[in-house]
């Protein structure tokens, strides 16, 4: 049975898939359909709306007057971008440094995992604030910085996988034929990593969203005027007492995105698992 199938015939997979095709739609076409930019102020409406048809603020305004729809809209264009490049550079460090770590094996494989376990002790989270500290508040920087400290569990689970797959018969004979060990790597060990990945990535992106979400609420994220879904509830925190819709609303963005991002990696490793065949 293919995985498309079997993603298919899972219900949660599919809810999971058409909230995230909604999400991303709305992300992309809702500041075009909105009739406020994300970053004008209503002067003429009231500051804190509620949400309503007047004036346009479908889902009200924030405490200084700005649309929320589309506040919120373009905000998720930044976290999910954040969470997919972010994964990104984490997957690409990852694979490599783990596939060369299980496939060299001895005294290679002790000292690369011996530095991922040094990197395991460090505070993750103060790990990227320094970063971002010291670099700046880039949100280039902010891709790099949280990806270059999520890598540490996919080099692990990659290189649990290579230790098994180098011993396989396909590897052997490649070995045999004369192929070298980076040929190896890249022809036969990675493409057979391929299902792993694929379910670690999809778990990894809420994470990788969370994270950003966490940063901005700390101000340490994405900087006015530009917002994400984390700097909106904050905001909406701040003011919660006053204008509640506007920790409400991007707060619900961001909890139907990671629960169907978290089903979605749920039903991709139920349909690579071989006992389901």
Known sequence: MSLLRRLWQDRAARIALALLAAVVLLTLLGPL???WPYDVIDFDGAWGAA??????????????????????????????????????????????????????????DALMMRAVDVLYALPFMFFVILLTVFFGRHLLLLFLAIGAVNWLDMARIVRGQTLSLRQREFVQAALVGGAGAAAIIRRHIVPNLLGVVVVYAALTVPQVILVESFLSFLGLGVQEPATSWGALVSDGAHAME???????????????????????GDALRDALDPKNG
């Open 33 to 35: 359909l909105s009739p």
């Open 51 to 108: 949400p309503g048809l007047a004036g346009g603020h479908w889902l009200g305004t924030d405490e200084l007057g700005r649309d929320l729809f589309a506040r919120c809209c373009y905000g998720g264009r930044i976290s999910l971008l954040v969470g997919l490049a972010a994964t990104l550079v984490s997957l690409l460090i990852g694979v490599a440094w783990g596939a060369v770590a299980g496939y060299a094996g001895g005294r290679v």
């Open 242 to 264: 006053t204008t509640p819709w506007a920790l409400v609303v991007p707060a619900c963005f961001l909890a139907v995105t990671l629960l169907a991002l978290n089903f979605l």
